[in-house]
């Protein structure tokens, strides 16, 4: 079996990476680091902010499919006051949040990459149940991303192509410790490890969506009840905490 994770050198990327490779998958692992060619897995650094460097990836991986599992999990984040951060800054964020999964999922489809049975899994971000202010392009990105794989779900579903969305909270990765407000206890984060491994399971299992963890199901529950009073909260306890703008 194959599989293709984009975002591969940290986070949940890489422990998806170790899981596959744990079931003597074959990885394709792409990332603008070096993720390591050992065994099973292939190494493929690409920028994918950067369409010339996507179109050069696409060519590349036409090579290394069809993929039983496809995961978009690639991402970057800028968070701070909305109008002290540079257009570019949100500029790549847009691109390798949104447009790039799009972009590469069209261009699998069609060089036969993504095939009967391959799971592909978008992730996208507990933003999507409560507002992030604080980081508002970054919570339109997954959520676009999020109305993107719900379309595609039943667009796919007669050729049994399968199709999930994952929404994580805050995991215990150097990127979420950058983006996040002083004081923040990192300790209360789940470790990337656990959601690969709830991850993988949901995408055997076929499920539409996945909220990992009972905190991220609590917060998707609140949200949809109380949805003017869980961003507020959001606001309190990260947007109004921030000292400076990170992207």
């Known amino acids: ?7 591969a050198a940290s986070g949940i990327g890489k422990a998806l990476v ?9 990885v394709a692992g792409v990332d603008r680091e070096a993720v390591g060619n050992k065994g099973n897995l292939v190494s493929i650094r690409a920028d994918l902010a950067s369409r010339q460097d996507v179109d050069r990836l696409i060519v590349e991986l036409k090579n290394h499919g069809p993929f039983d599992y496809v995961v978009h999990n690639a991402g970057i984040s800028a968070t701070g006051k909305f109008e002290h951060i540079p257009d570019e800054a ?3 964020l847009l691109t390798v949040n949104t447009e790039t999964p799009l972009v590469m999922t069209s261009a699998l489809l069609a060089a036969g990459c993504i095939v009967m049975d391959t799971r592909i899994i978008f992730i996208s971000s507990l933003s999507h149940s409560t507002g992030y ?15 993107y794989a719900k379309s595609l779900r039943k667009s796919l579903f007669k050729d049994r192509i399968h199709v999930m969305t994952v929404f994580p909270g805050p995991v ?6 950058r983006h996040a407000p002083p004081g923040a206890k990192a300790e209360r984060r789940m ?16 499920k539409k969506v996945l909220y990992p963890g009972k905190a991220a ?6 949200g949809a009840v109380m949805p003017e009073t869980t961003t507020r909260f959001m606001r309190l306890a990260i947007f109004e905490k921030l000292q400076r703008s990170v992207y």
């Open 217 to 222: 199901n609590f917060v998707r529950i609140i």
């Open 191 to 206: 470790e990337p490890g656990e959601i690969a491994d709830r991850i993988i399971t949901a995408a055997r299992q076929r």
């Open 1 to 7: 079996m194959k599989a293709l994770v984009t975002g």
């Open 90 to 92: 949100y500029r790549r």
């Open 133 to 147: 202010p604080g980081a508002a392009v970054y919570g339109a990105s997954k959520d676009a991303l999020a109305v």
């Open 172 to 177: 215990r990765t150097d990127h979420a410790e």
């Open 18 to 26: 170790e899981r596959f490779l744990e079931l003597d998958m074959q």
